[in-house]
């Protein structure tokens, strides 16, 4: 069982589209990570939120952590081609330094 | 400046054999981290060390062991291969405490057969 669920499991959307992203715990983590993966690499960290209720911007990407620290979501606006990859979320376990704990992953492919 | 290295990039081993991974962290972190992902799932937490010493443990089986090195550089062994442990073995560097950006490797495949 995975102490992070990420839904939905896949998603497959035209260019130009928007999508949103869940990452969903009944547990509180001190901070929470969001990485993106591709085919043969490891994950790339594209942000750390950790406060609750915060808000960040990457772009057209924009990044949500819970008031209660217990979940978060991505939202990509007018997807690319380039976007296409294995989206990841890792919360990271309170007093556990650098213990985190990720999520199944979503797969967006996102077609021209 | 060099990201974090891992070494080899593709293994094939047999049943009841063991493996030795390889992990070189980015210049200037002291932290090592080392997950196992297998096919379709995301990373998992296998252990961390610090300061030459094993700081924290997921929920592996005591097959799975590690070292770090005076330079920071880490080895993952695992004893008495299984099926399932055919997966990508990555490796993470940090420097201290909590909440530190994370650096990935690319991993190493590991395949039993």
């Known amino acids: 069982t995975q102490l992070l669920e990420q839904s939905p499991q896949f998603l497959s959307i035209q260019e130009g589209e928007n999508l949103t992203v869940y990452c969903n715990s009944s547990?509180?983590?001190?901070?929470l990570q969001w990485y993106r993966q591709e085919p043969g690499e490891g994950p790339v960290l594209l942000v750390t939120v950790v406060t609750g209720g915060e808000v960040k911007k990457l772009k057209r990407l924009t990044f949500q952590f819970g008031d209660a620290r217990k979940d978060s979501s991505l939202h990509i606006t007018a997807a690319q081609p380039g976007d296409t990859g294995l989206y990841l979320c890792a919360g990271e376990a309170p007093y556990n330094f650098n213990k985190f704990y990720f999520g199944s992953g979503t797969k967006l492919n996102v077609k021209p | 400046d060099a990201g974090v290295t891992q070494s080899p990039t593709h293994l094939i081993k047999t049943r009841g054999q063991q493996v030795t991974l390889r992990c070189s962290p980015k210049?200037?972190?002291?932290?090592v981290s080392w997950y196992q992902q297998a096919l379709g799932q995301g990373p998992q937490f296998i252990f961390q060390y610090y300061e030459e010493e094993e700081r924290q443990r997921g929920n592996f089986p005591d097959r799975f062991s590690g070292h770090q090195f005076p330079n920071y550089s880490s080895e993952l062994n695992v004893n008495a291969l299984l099926l399932g442990d055919s997966a990508l073995y990555l490796c993470?560097?940090?420097?201290?405490?909590?909440?530190?950006?994370?650096?990935f490797g690319p991993g190493t495949r590991l395949t039993v057969l």
């Open positions: 210049s200037g972190h002291d932290t």
């Open positions: 993470a560097s940090s420097f201290g405490g909590q909440g530190d950006t994370q650096y």
């Open positions: 547990s509180v983590f001190s901070s």
